[in-house]
């Protein structure tokens, strides 16, 4: 179909029921901020570009490769070796060819204000604790609200608007009063340990995952495992806190935000604070023997 048989309104027809006419114009007219258009960043594109959002500004450093067709949507044979932003923006467009998207390559923190100035929400899709870090500090001070998900087998959820904690905070990284880009491998390390522990006390997530494997992860021996349902599913939510936060509706997270868990068809909320904390120890041991074996 040739752009010129392309219609708006047509495309977004049977979007109006779950959104109004109304909320749809300001879908058009929204702007989000996605750094990270891989695994579910990517997948929170393909749910706001088909949504009819109207304004993208994507980021991303490197191209596509073999192993990202197993769970990137924007992944195929044709693009590998592509820069992964300009692959994803060429088949929005393929989508909605009235979409407005700016790319950047891996300049993009120097573009980072005006980013997130011009948008509504920014989505965390990288996998990189400098470039979280770097996004969050900004948008708070900009204001801005930060949509995001866990390192778990399970898909996750959180929303951390500007006022909030933020995972650094909250978590308990080592990384505050460190510029975002003189982090060091220690830190990053424990700032992962810290994900994993909050993450092992507050979802049934060790349970559907092969332990030992993430043992290998956690003490960097191999790659981080992911998993098409799993991480689809979770760029779609955070496609949802995106559209709710463009539409100016209540988002249905906060800044802890929730695990769905696929397998038992439950959501799994954050502990109370006096039953992770008796956990916590337990957790931590756990986490230090899976690592050393």
């Not at 407005?100 to 011009?118: M, R």
């Not at 708070?140 to 930060?146: D, H, P, Q």
């Not at 008796?278 to 041991?285: D, S, T, W, Y």
């Given at each position: 179909?040739?752009?010129?048989?392309?219609s708006?309104?047509?495309f977004?027809?049977?979007?109006?029921?779950?959104v109004?006419?109304?909320?749809?114009?300001?879908?058009?007219?929204?702007?989000?901020?996605?750094?990270?258009?891989?695994?579910?960043?990517g997948?929170a594109?393909?749910?706001?570009?088909?949504?009819g959002?109207?304004?993208?500004i994507?980021?991303?450093?490197?191209?596509?490769?073999?192993?990202?067709?197993?769970?990137?949507v924007f992944a195929?044979?044709?693009?590998?070796?592509?820069?992964?932003?300009e692959?994803?923006s060429t088949?929005?467009?393929?989508?909605?060819p009235?979409?407005?998207?700016?790319?950047?390559?891996?300049?993009?923190?120097?573009h980072?204000?005006?980013?997130?100035?011009q948008?509504a929400i920014?989505?965390?899709?990288?996998?990189?604790?400098?470039?979280?870090?770097?996004?969050?500090r900004?948008?708070r001070?900009?204001g801005?609200?930060?949509?995001?998900a866990?390192?778990?087998?399970?898909p996750?959820?959180?929303?951390t608007?500007?006022g909030?904690?933020?995972?650094?905070?909250?978590?308990?990284?080592?990384?505050i009063?460190?510029?975002?880009?003189a982090?060091?491998?220690?830190?990053?390390?424990?700032?992962?340990?810290?994900?994993?522990?909050?993450?092992?006390?507050?979802?049934?997530?060790?349970h559907?995952?092969?332990l030992?494997l993430?043992?290998?992860?956690a003490?960097?021996?191999?790659?981080?495992?992911?998993f098409a349902p799993m991480?689809?599913?979770?760029?779609m939510?955070?496609?949802?806190e995106a559209?709710?936060?463009?539409l100016?509706?209540?988002?249905?997270a906060?800044?802890r935000?929730?695990?769905?868990?696929?397998?038992?068809a439950?959501?799994?909320h954050p502990?109370?604070?006096?039953?992770?904390?008796?956990?916590?120890p337990?957790?931590?041991?756990f986490l230090?023997?899976m690592?050393?074996?």
């Amino acid at each position: 179909m040739s752009n010129e048989k392309f219609s708006y309104a047509e495309f977004t027809n049977r979007n109006i029921g779950f959104v109004t006419e109304a909320e749809q114009a300001k879908l058009k007219g929204a702007t989000v901020f996605v750094c990270g258009t891989g695994g579910m960043g990517g997948a929170a594109i393909l749910g706001l570009v088909r949504a009819g959002i109207g304004r993208l500004i994507i980021a991303d450093l490197d191209g596509f490769e073999v192993s990202n067709l197993n769970r990137q949507v924007f992944a195929f044979m044709h693009n590998i070796d592509v820069h992964k932003a300009e692959a994803t923006s060429t088949i929005c467009k393929q989508i909605n060819p009235e979409i407005d998207i700016t790319v950047y390559h891996e300049e993009w923190p120097e573009h980072v204000e005006e980013a997130i100035t011009q948008a509504a929400i920014v989505i965390n899709g990288t996998d990189d604790l400098a470039a979280s870090l770097l996004l969050y500090r900004v948008a708070r001070k900009l204001g801005r609200t930060v949509i995001d998900a866990y390192a778990s087998p399970l898909p996750s959820i959180y929303v951390t608007k500007a006022g909030a904690p933020t995972p650094e905070e909250r978590l308990g990284y080592p990384t505050i009063g460190t510029e975002w880009n003189a982090v060091t491998q220690t830190q990053r390390e424990q700032s992962f340990l810290s994900e994993a522990e909050y993450i092992m006390i507050n979802s049934s997530s060790r349970h559907h995952i092969d332990l030992a494997l993430a043992g290998e992860v956690a003490a960097g021996r191999r790659s981080r495992m992911s998993f098409a349902p799993m991480v689809i599913c979770t760029g779609m939510l955070m496609s949802y806190e995106a559209i709710a936060g463009c539409l100016q509706n209540p988002h249905g997270a906060d800044h802890r935000g929730w695990f769905f868990n696929p397998y038992k068809a439950r959501v799994e909320h954050p502990k109370n604070p006096l039953v992770a904390a008796v956990l916590r120890p337990i957790v931590r041991r756990f986490l230090n023997k899976m690592i050393e074996s």
